[in-house]
Structure formats: structure tokens, C-alpha cells
């Protein structure tokens, strides 16, 4: 009672909430009843989306400081899985659009043009925020993927666009690990022999399998000394080089090395929390991907082959940015490089003690 | 094109929707990160209540005609659905508030007296809509629930109070089911001789089994006496008083016996959507049901066994009245004298032609 | 009582539910704890798989008779339902398969080699008698899908294979909708000069549109001149193989009519239940389709780009299955020729009359 | 290729799994469909349980130490949140087996008797394993709640509750938390301090309030007063006894105040952990709980006010032991004495040193 009370409705601001659904078929006499449905969604949306965006903020200063206090990657992580619980939720939204028909969509679908989720600017941000970069969006009509915005939101993404993602602050963050920098052990000669001891068995094992043909064997071989010969980029900073030509990472060398680190040795306390902050990207990335695929297949079923209101070549396109938009596809790939528990090199004892809580 | 040209932003208004997030906490300088997401899973759960007291009046439409086409079924059936696929889906809109500790809950929440969630004027509409009466209701503080509400929100409930909710429309559309008054052939004769052999059988059967004692016999048969007692209310108009006297019953007789018909005959095309329309109704009060138990255990979580913000008491009520708010309890008692299909009476020819398509 | 009594272990016969998980890792001395997981997981596929195997077989029961009795037809849309309902939650048993890591996987991978997911009969079953044939599959090493299987596995599939599958019984029964061949009102005609007259409508307010250029005037009405040219397909016998050769439709001409005329009339009572069949057909398909989705994302996490256990190229594979394994294709392709509700025909009184209750 | 190479269908015994589903309805000649989904869906919740028991034993096994390495925290709270996982999963297997009416119920319901869930050994481990006692259970026809169960399965019962549970190994390991021992700074103290300040605080707002009547501060006061009574049951372990002997607690003075105390300080990275495995087991005991209301609900839907199968009174002694069944419930009462993060004392610097990582 210190503070001057308040009542629901007026706390909730729902006069601007609930009374914000003006559907256009309504206003030109055609009143559609689904387009209150859609309007819904929609807004239920783009509140999700205002609260993953505030989510993402708070993380990335979490992440945007030179010494992050180990007091607060329980924060970090607790709300990187916040937003992954919100996007399980809103994944679950489009089973009640669907409960739309696409007869039902007809009755005011006129009424939108050239409106389109392409101008959702929250989703935008969202993207831009993650680390999405104009570069690695599928190309759409020729021209940058903010052009469909209103000037002023134009102008924040270009702002956003211009300052470092999640991605980057993760970049960066990974590269301060102390522990690569142990030098009286040489933690990768060590994982290095695990590997090349793991890669003579497994083709020691092909070359005195009885139920193989020669055929069988020399194709088997191929196939595993080109498996090592990708572990063999990950061992030299030089090679390395090739997986980021060809695509296959996009992160710089120091950090997908750390990021390893961190997975293998996820048990020790230190590194309990920063493999859930990898894993939970991982989560969101994912739960990102599913989303996109979905919608194109909403798309497909609302629209079938017409094309979509915001003059997008509609579900094909969709499908296409599907996989193209992943932003964690690094850490995705950096699986190749697992090695089984049983081989991860064991860590001396004054390595470990610096993983563990002060006695 | 026909129409003047609008885009996302604007048309979803969202200028309203995402702005209307203000943290007390923050204008008291003492900014709490998780109020945010308070004050957003609040707003969710009023978009979609709006959402749902849209197809609720839709739904109450239909059912206000004194004759409803048979073309308008399917359209109800699907709003009933909807109705379903929205509150699944905001039922998990707790487990995203749980995200959020009791500890992170104390950081504002001395700024929310006495806003509480008693004061949602949606919900209390939703209630009442459906069929929730004052004298239902759980005894609280000795004043009319609606009395927490905004002076012209009080009226509005008073008003939708007065009117029939859909719980009152669907007891008369269930009375006027023409094919309980096909009198030539008496359908609960036939049911009453089903009723009378089964339980007659099920007494022999206990009566002549070996592996029972004298005493569970007895018991035995004690228990199916009883039940049959049951079945004789459901028999006579006179007897089916007891069941209303003692709460088991509030709807009528007439329109009780007819939801059991379009039970037992579901499958005749006739009655496949109002069956869907009973079954509907049932799911909507279950969901009701678990999100209040769900509320319930959460405010435990959240508050201890301190007082809820409203002043109320807090989870103990919440829970009390879980049980008590449930509006179609009668179609769940109703499964009580449901019996086996193979017992169930074959309607005679000229009967059936009528719960048939034309030819 | 009347039957002897049974006990809940025996009953559910749970000696075989649940002490059939052995982790090969622990035979071989290597204890793997998420192994069990693993096994679970799949187990219960399998388990819900066979359910919805089961309520398939009697879907396909019912549709696999010349004159199907309208009295089943609430029975056939419960148990499309129901798969519906067993999909959306097996979709969510990846996310549990998630809450394993990859490092985790890899501490008993090699011990699966070379059991696949590849080997499911029963996920193979489903595919096959909902209807993927084999020559819509992607080719996987240049043999049948079906080489993996066990040879009397194999065979149960070549069976299955070799008769109606849902989609062929479907598409027949959609073929003997009556209300096509009412031939004293010619409804294609009446649905043509909607389509035609819609057509021009749009053109002309292209064409008299101020805030088009002549360029964008050109070529929007180049985009609807080609639409135009398709609904031209949809009218003409002919026309419409052009539709089937570029492999726009599968089903025939005749089915497709019958599909779309269900699906502008579904509010008509005789069509409202045919309408929710093929609701829940496309409901089955997209959720299969969801499905494999999830599985190639999860693919790439576990495995990164190594070859999955079974010898595929691993998650691109089943990336691209992912589409090409669509089986209604036909009836989300179909919405491209629905027309608003507002330009359908109306039905002659006579016409109605067949398609309600008789009086 | 290191092992035998093995089958799919082999390694996870689908002979077992998928030819385990007999239909007794069939047996009889009276073959119901939807018998199997009932079996199927039970059978689905077994190996689910399997799986939670398989996780809860390896969890007891890493607090069963009477110094448990900071390295199997991380694992741990994953295998607490995968049960949490699976727990939602299988919250909604219900939704599946309402898609079972009560009429559908009925053609088999007389086949089961008197198999009933109540027979549900591992459901009954694993309640036990949680720390659900005998003498915390409704009682039941006045019999331990095993004796339902087969003999052996009573052996095993019994044996397990003779064990420590995980509830009394959680409570050993909170009572060792070392640093409520550094006793050269007493933070109960201070703790104690900063209670007395906000009831001062709180007490003199309310005295001071011109928007209360006299009546109405005496009211407030009172409450205030009472609840400052029960925090003084926290200070001291004489007075602590008021609140385990009216039930308010069962767990022990010093196992409670580590279990606030790391809630008041989860952000240090020591107590990250150990946050999460209280946050955890509430999360599990409310799934629980969940499950066991959703599971009345469905019992008073499918059997009306009949007896259940298992000859329990039905429903209502579901529905009674919802709350009385929850097993961690000091730790939802424990909120009761939470303090606002402001007022929460600061830590001295050495005592902050020891919660860190080594230097």
C-alpha cells in the first residue's frame, strides 16, 4: 500500500489491448468473422515478440561487458530458456490459425493488400538480433529485406544491422575462454591423438571385417579418411580456413574451439552454465527454424499457388528461408567433432581445479 | 487493390498493442526485469479472452433462433472447437509465467495493490456467457463477484447476467429435439426394459459368482440397487426431482433425457454435429476447470500462503472454487446412465429415415 | 463380474511393455544412461504408431465400400481426429529425445550400427497406406525403400503396396459424389462466370488503379491473366491433364471437382462432414510432413554432418524427403481455385433440399 | 562395425512392444475398437514411467553420497528436467484418450474388472521414490495402497519405502550446505533484521494510509502482526516445531533455512545449481499434481457417479488425493518467508569468495 493503488484494466493498459481489433471487412460492410481471428494471432504475436525482444536485450548486455561476472550466467541462461518456452508457445499459435479455413481467409483477404508479415518490424529485429546479417537472407525481390518496413522502422533495423549481434557478443565471448590458453598442457595434441587413434581402429576394424566385401572395405575407408580429413581442419588454424570457404562454419577458429571445450568438459562447474547458454541457442535457432517452416506450410494451405499478400512468391519462398535464415548453423555442424566421453583426454589435476569452485 | 492500400503496422494497430507495456516498478525507479513479462502473459490472456468472447457470442447467436438451420451446425461445431484449440493453448501460458520465480515476483510486486487478476472483466463475461450464475459461484468477501470491477463494467455484468447465457439456450434447444416426441413407438419404454435386464443380469451374475463371499454379495448387490434407484429418477418426471433437489441435476428433465439421446444415437447423421456440439461444451468446461486448478497451484508457488494481491485468500479459494465454477456438470453426471451400445434400443425404420439425409 | 477377473499388469501385458529395454551398451560393458532414452523414445513411436495404424486400417474400412453408410461418417472423422491427436503429441516426443546431447548419443552410437529409423515397418506402413507410392519417393541408394526391412517385413510392405491405399479410396469416393451429375443445373458454368467475372473485376481495377505505373499495370495484370489461364484448366477435361503432366494434380479431374464443391458447400448438411475428412487429410499430412522436418533438424544436431547410422547421407536426405513425401498435395494445391464465398453460386431450391435432412 | 551388426526391429524388442496389445472385448466375440486405444495409451504412460523411474533412480544415486562432486550437479538437473519433459509429454496423452467417449467406454468396460490403474506398480514406485509415505496418503478401503498390487510387486513396495526417498536424501543434502556454518558472520541475524524492518515499514504505511478507516487498519495490522508471528517460527528452532506440528512443514529447521537461503542467493555461481534442483523437484511435484487432477476430471467424464473399475469410489477419491499426494510441498510453503531481493542482506566478501570459482 506504499504506492497509489491500481486496478487491472488500468495496470493492463487493456483499453489499448482489447480494443484494437478494427476489422477492415467490417469497415467496407463484407464483416468477415475470421478476421477477428486473425487480427488476434497476429497481435498475440507480435506481444510475444515484444517480449522475446525485451528477453534478447537484457541478454545481449549480459554478454556485451569484457568480464562477465559468473553471478549472472544463471540470469543468462534462465532467460534464454524463457524464450525458448515462448517460442514452444507461439510454435502452438499456428494450430489456431489453422482452425481458419481458407474459405474462411477469402471472405476478407481483399481487405489486406498489400499488408504482409514481411512488415512484422519485431521480427525483424528478433532476426537482426540473433545475428541474421542481410548477406545471409535469401535474396528477396533485389532489395534489402527492410525495404517492406514503414521509413522510421527502417531506420532502427539499419542501426540494429550495424552493431554487434548475439552471435557476435557469443563470438567474442567464446575467444575469452580462459582455459584454451593453459599452455603447460596441450589440451589439442591431446584430442588430436584421440583422434587419430579412434580413426585407425575404426578402419582397423573395417580392414578385418569378415562380413565386408573388398568393395565394401575400400569404400568404407574412403569415406572415414575423409571424415578425418575434416578433423584434420579443426587441429590447424590454417586448414580451418577450408571449413569456413566452403561454408561449413561461419565463426572464427578460437571460438568454435572453445565452444568444443565447453561441450566436452560441460560437467565441470564452471562450464555447467555456458553449455547450457550453447545449447539453449542451439534451442532457439531451432525453434526459429521450425517456426518459418511452418508458416510456409500455412502458407501453402491458405493460399494455395497464388501468390502471398505482401507479393511474395508465397510458400516456395518461405520454404527456401527456412533452412537459409538458421543463424547457429556453426554450432550445429561443430557435432562432426565430437569425440566419444570415453576418448576425451582426462585433465590434470591443476587444470581441474581451476574449473571448480574455490575451497 | 480494390481497396486503399494498408500496411501491417497500422493495421494490426500495433502502435497500441506493443506499446502498452509500462512497468511500475520502473516508474518508481526500482525497475524489475520480470514485470515485464507479468504485465505481457496478462495481455496475452486478455487477447485471446477477447478472442474467445467473440465466437462465444457467435456461438450464443446460433442458439438463439427458435429454429436453428441445420447449415449453421457445423459452423458452431467449429467455433466450439476453436474455443478449444485457444484455451489449450493458453493453459500453457502458465508454465511461461512459472518462468518466472517467486523470488523475481517480490522485486514488484508491492507495486500491483490491489490490481488482481479478480478484476478481469472479460473472464467474469466468458463465465457468465457460458452459464456461471452469482448463486453458483463461491461465496467471496460476502459481495457480489462483480463487485471488484469498474463501475461500468459492474453494469455490463449485471446485464449479461439478466440475459440467457449459452448453457440456457443450449437446455432449449436440447427441449425442442423433435424425435422425443415420435410417440408412436416410446423410446424410455425400450430404454427402461435395457436398463431393468442389465442390472437384473449384473445381480444374478453377482448372485450365482463363487468367488464372492456372502457379505460382498450382499454389498454387492446393496451397490447395484442403489444405481438402479438412480436410473428410476432418470425414468419418471416426479423421481427426477430428487436428482435436482440433491444438486446432481440443474438442467431439465426434457432437455437431459434429449442430450442422453443424441448420445446413444450419435452416429444417425442428424444428431453427429449436435453430439459434437455436447461433447464441445464438455471440453470447454474441462479446460476451464484445469486452467483455474492450474491458477490455483500456481498462486501457491508464487505467494506462499501469504494473501493474493486482491485481498482474497489466496490459493485455498482459488482451489475451492475449481470445482465449484464448473458449468456443465450435468453433461458429465449425464454418463452415469449412458448404457452399452449393444443394450441400447434399435430405433424402427420410419424413425431412423427421419435422422437421415433426404433422398 | 461376468467375465473371469484380470489384473492391470497382466491385462496390459507389461511384462513385455516394460522389460523389453536393453542397452546394447551395457552388454558390451560400456553402460550408456541415455541409451535408455533412446530406446523408450522409439518405443513409444512404435507403440503410438501401431494405433495409428490400427484406426487407419478401419478409416480404410470404411472408405473401401461402394455405398458408404452416412451413419459412419461421424465415426470416420472421430478416428481421423484422433490421428490428428496422436500426431501432435508424438511431434512433441523430439523434444524429449532433445534433452539428450550429442556427446551423450555418441557414447553409444556405435553400438546401433546399422539399426535405422530407415527400418521402421510401421512408419513405413503408414506412409504406404496413406499413400506414398514408390515412385514418389526420393531414391535412397538406388533400391526400393523397402530393402532395409526384414524379407517377411518386406513382403507385408510389396502387399501393401499392391492395393488401395486411403488416398486411391478417397479419390473414388470423391468421384461418386452425387451432386456433380445434377445435370439440369450446370453448376461448373455458374462457378465459370463467377471465376470470369471476378477475373475482369480485378483487371479492371488494375487497370483504373492511380497508384500503379503503366509498368506495374502490365504486369500484374500479366500475374492474373496467368492465374485466369489456370482456372481454365480446372474447367475443361482437357485443360486440366496440362495441371496433372506439370505435376500440379495426382488425383482426377473428377475427384478434384468433388473436392472443391465439398469444400465451398461445406456448410450444407450432407458436405459437413466430408468437409472435415478432408480437413483432417490435409491436417495428417502436414503434421507427417512437420514431423519429418523436426526429424532431419534433429538429425543434424545429433550427427552434425557425419552419415547416419543406417548409411544415409543423413539429415540433407531427410530434408529433402520432407516435401517430396507429401501425399495430399493435391488438396492444398486446390485452394488456389476456391472463390470467395460472396461470388459462389447459389443452389436451386431442389438442388438444397438433397443436401439436407429429409422432412 | 565393431559389434555384431543388429536389426531395428531387434534392438528394440518390437516383437514385444507392438504384439502386445490384446483386446479382451475381441476375446469375448464383443470386439470394441477404441479397447485398444485404451491399451495402448496405458501401456504409452508405462513406459513412460519406466523411463522416470529409470532417471529418479540414477538422481537418488547421485544425492545418495554423503559428498556429492560439484560435477554431477549439471547432471542432475538434466535428468530432473527431462522428467519435467516427459511429465508435459504425458500431462497430454489424456487429450488422446478423451478422444474415447463414455459410450465407447461402455462396450468394454465389463471385460477389465478388476484391473484398475491403482495397480500401477511403477506409478506406485515411483511416488514412493519421490517420498509419498504411507501415512501421508488418503486412506483408501482402510488397506495400505499396495495391497492391490501382486505379491512380489507388494515385496518391492514395501522394500522401497523402507528406503531413504529422494525427499529425504534432498533434505540431508540441504542440511549439510556449508555455509550456514560460517559462523563468524551470522546471517540469520540479518536476515532477522531485515524482516523486522519491512513489517515496521509495512505496519507504519498502513498506520499512516488516509485511504484506510480505523477499522480497516486494525484489520491490516492484524494480518500484518500474524504473519510476522509466522516468520518468528523461522528464527527459531523452538518455535519452528508450531509449524511442523500444524503441518505447515514436514522437512527439518535446518534443511528448510538452506533451502531459502540458496533460493536468496541462486544467482551465486555455487548455488546455480542447487537453485535449479529446487526449482526442479516443485516443477515435478505440480506436474504431478496436474496429473492427477486432469486424471479426475477424465474419471467423472467417463464413468459419471459410477464406481471406478478398481471398485474406488471414483472421481472423488481422485480428486481428494490430488492435494493430499503432493510431496514437496514445504518448498511451495517455504515461499511464505521469501524476502524482496532489496532487502536481502549482502554477503561479506570472504563469505562471497567461497560461493565463487577458484581464482
Not at 569484457?66 to 524463457?82: K, N, W
Not at 527454424?289 to 510458400?315: D, E, F, N, P, V
Request: net charge neutral; proline share 4%.
Amino acid at each position: 500500500m506504499k504506492y497509489p493503488p491500481v486496478q487491472y484494466h488500468e495496470y493492463l493498459q487493456l483499453e489499448n489491448i482489447i480494443n484494437s481489433q478494427n476489422r477492415r471487412s467490417a469497415d467496407y460492410n463484407k464483416p468477415a468473422h475470421d478476421e477477428m481471428l486473425f487480427i488476434v494471432v497476429h497481435q498475440a504475436y507480435e506481444l510475444w515478440f515484444k517480449q522475446i525482444d525485451f528477453e534478447l536485450n537484457s541478454i545481449m548486455e549480459i554478454f556485451n561487458q569484457t568480464l562477465i561476472p559468473d553471478s549472472s550466467m544463471g540470469t543468462a541462461v534462465s532467460r534464454l530458456e524463457r524464450i525458448i518456452s515462448i517460442q514452444k508457445l507461439i510454435l502452438g499459435q499456428i494450430d489456431i490459425m489453422e482452425t481458419m479455413t481458407p474459405l474462411d481467409f477469402l471472405d476478407f483477404r481483399e481487405f489486406l493488400y498489400p499488408a504482409s508479415g514481411f512488415q512484422s518490424l519485431q521480427w525483424r529485429l528478433i532476426e537482426t538480433k540473433l545475428g541474421l546479417k542481410q548477406e545471409n537472407r535469401l535474396n528477396y525481390q533485389n532489395e534489402p529485406f527492410y525495404k517492406q518496413l514503414l521509413p522510421h522502422q527502417q531506420d532502427l533495423v539499419k542501426e540494429t544491422l550495424s552493431k554487434e549481434s548475439l552471435i557476435d557478443l557469443i563470438e567474442k565471448w567464446l575467444e575469452r575462454t580462459p582455459f584454451l590458453q593453459m599452455n603447460q598442457f596441450d589440451f589439442w595434441k591431446l584430442y588430436q591423438n584421440s583422434v587419430n587413434k579412434m580413426f585407425q581402429e575404426d578402419i582397423h576394424v573395417v580392414e578385418t571385417n569378415p562380413r565386408l566385401s573388398e568393395d565394401e572395405k575400400l569404400r568404407t575407408i574412403a569415406m572415414l579418411k575423409s571424415s578425418l580429413s575434416m578433423f584434420d581442419c579443426f587441429m590447424s588454424e590454417d586448414r580451418f580456413k577450408e571449413l569456413q570457404e566452403n561454408g561449413y562454419f561461419k565463426l572464427s577458429f578460437k571460438s568454435l574451439r572453445a565452444a568444443l571445450m565447453i561441450q566436452l568438459y560441460r560437467d565441470e562447474p564452471i562450464f555447467q552454465m555456458p553449455f547450457r547458454v550453447l545449447k539453449s541457442l542451439q534451442d532457439i535457432d531451432e525453434n526459429m527454424t521450425q517456426w518459418r517452416y511452418r508458416h510456409a506450410l500455412m502458407a501453402h494451405r491458405m493460399l494455395g499457388k497464388k501468390i502471398g499478400t505482401g507479393g511474395s512468391s508465397g510458400s516456395d519462398y518461405l520454404k527456401s528461408a527456412t533452412e537459409k535464415h538458421k543463424i547457429f548453423t556453426d554450432f550445429f555442424n561443430l557435432t562432426t567433432f565430437l569425440i566419444p566421453r570415453s576418448q576425451v583426454p582426462i585433465l590434470p589435476k591443476d587444470v581441474l581445479k581451476k574449473l571448480h569452485f574455490a575451497e
